[in-house]
């Protein structure tokens, strides 16, 4: 069925249609489709497999679904949407960890091979080389740098989204890097923001 809300709505206008119960199935919808791709992005850099970040994903909108009645705009709609997406994201990995369903050590787990072998991996040599640097940064600093770099949020909205402090994020995006910088093998240009 197609959804007779505008194509250019705001977040809070699509918010308070969400909180109609008339136009409420209606008005997800359209946030799902709105919203997918860029969750489905930030998910996926986490953890790197396809068939695991639709199942996260699946699991993001209906907490959404289940939760949004009381969600009352104290941050931005996407705000909390990444939030929950990036909580999920990492809730799977610990999980994963726990029940030891990927090793602890990445000498166990090969990520540039899983990379390889997974069919939606489109990226090049270095794109790989980049996303297995990523994947040996601490957690707080690989969300730090998955949403600064490849979202660009402010460091406000990580602040919101992660529960850390701005300073806090600036140090951790600086290390993150850092770090890549040198598993990289690329020479440090001076400062990062």
Do not use: C
Request: glycine share 4%; aromatic share 10%; proline share 4%.
């Amino acid at each position: 069925m197609p959804s007779n809300i505008p194509k250019n709505i705001s977040d809070d206008d699509l918010l308070v249609l969400l909180h109609s119960g008339d136009r409420m199935e209606e008005a997800f919808g359209f946030l799902v489709d709105r919203y997918s791709p860029q969750l489905y992005n930030i998910v996926r850099r986490i953890v790197f497999s396809h068939d695991d970040t639709d199942d996260i994903l699946q699991n993001v909108f209906v907490k959404v679904w289940k939760n949004v009645a009381g969600f009352r705009g104290a941050s931005k709609l996407s705000t909390w949407l990444y939030s929950i997406a990036t909580n999920e994201a990492l809730s799977f990995l610990r999980k994963e960890k726990r029940e030891q369903k990927i090793p602890l050590s990445t000498e166990e787990y090969d990520l540039a091979t899983t990379l390889e072998s997974e069919p939606y991996f489109d990226g090049d040599e270095l794109m790989r080389d980049f996303m297995v640097a990523i994947d040996k940064l601490p957690e707080k600093q690989k969300v730090t740098f998955e949403l600064r770099y490849f979202e660009e949020m402010p460091y406000n909205e990580i602040s919101e989204i992660t529960g850390t402090s701005t300073g806090a994020l600036k140090a951790n995006y600086h290390h993150a890097v850092k770090k890549l910088q040198k598993f990289l093998g690329i020479e440090s240009e001076g400062d990062v923001d």
